[in-house]
């Protein structure tokens, strides 16, 4: 498995072409060789192409906007043919879906047939949990219910270490039961401050990461991207640079 960065933890530093190129420079100078695109200002597939092979970097996973996604599967498959993506990247059930009763049917329908040609392309989609899937209805948790209405070929899953463990669920366990589908995982660990969950840099929380990367490499996870929402006040960079030397440390490059 290789480690990654996912950008969306430095997205207060992508808000525009000049920063973003800056902070890709930062990443690679970091260490790391792949990226997650998500949470950036508008680009081109060429210039970020040119980009991360100036810095070394490959972007092997995006968090693409649904609506592009949905009605405009082409040029998604287009752009990242063009700066060598194998995963197509959505970060949740988008427009409220997962509030409505009937949510996940209308999501299904949506997205199928963009699944499908995403797959015909040689590529895959691949959804990002949070806390919300982790709730049962009749016993099953919404993460079941939606990698029961896609194909396994077709649908993957950016399954998320702190999302998993925040919704009640054993990381480990998920990534075991979703063996096949987790072609990218994203790593960040929790911390308690006495009254709530925290997010944090990989080795500073609880979560046992030797028992969940050990699971996610059995279930075929070919990336580990490290992904902070919020550091807490500290630079971001810094708490990527923390959860790589950690990582390395672990035996992952």
Same mark, same amino acid.
């Given at each position: ?5 996912? %950008? ?17 420079? /930062? ?19 060429? &210039? ?5 092979? /100036? *810095? =070394?970097?490959? +972007?092997? $996973?995006?968090?693409?906007?649904? #609506? ?17 993506? *194998? ?7 988008? &427009? ?6 009937? =949510?996940? #049917?209308?999501?299904?329908? $949506? ?7 995403? /797959? ?34 077709? %649908?993957?899953?950016?399954? #998320?270490?702190? &999302? ?9 366990? &998920? ?40 699971? +996610? ?7 580990? %991207? ?8 500290? #630079?971001?960079?810094?708490? %990527?640079? /923390? ?11």
């Amino acid at each position: 498995m290789k480690i990654g960065a996912q %950008l969306f933890t430095v997205r207060e530093y992508t808000r525009n072409l000049d920063d973003f190129a800056e902070t890709l420079k /930062k990443v690679a100078d970091i260490g790391y060789q792949t990226v997650q695109v998500s949470g950036t200002c508008p680009f081109e597939a060429e &210039w970020l192409k040119e980009q991360l092979d /100036k *810095n =070394g970097l490959a +972007c092997v $996973i995006t968090h693409t906007n649904p #609506d592009q996604i949905a009605y405009h599967t082409e040029k998604v498959i287009e752009n990242h043919k063009i700066f060598g993506c *194998n995963y197509v990247g959505l970060g949740a059930i988008p &427009w409220g879906l997962n509030r409505n009763p009937a =949510g996940l #049917d209308a999501f299904a329908e $949506i997205f199928r047939e963009p699944a499908k040609k995403i /797959k015909e392309a040689g590529l895959k989609l691949m959804y990002h949990n949070h806390g919300f899937e982790f709730q049962k209805a009749n016993g099953v948790t919404l993460l079941e219910r939606i990698a029961d209405a896609f194909p396994a070929d077709e %649908l993957g899953f950016t399954l #998320d270490s702190y &999302w998993v463990q925040y919704g009640g669920g054993d990381p480990a366990q &998920w990534a075991e039961k979703l063996s096949g589908r987790i072609g990218c995982v994203h790593v960040k660990d929790m911390k308690f401050d006495g009254e709530k969950p925290q997010m944090a840099y990989i080795g500073e929380g609880n979560i046992n990461f030797d028992r969940f990367l050990s699971a +996610c490499e059995k279930a075929g996870a070919e990336y580990v %991207l490290v992904e902070q929402d919020d550091c807490q006040g500290r #630079d971001p960079f810094y708490c %990527l640079k /923390k959860s790589y030397e950690t990582l390395t440390a672990m035996g992952l490059n």
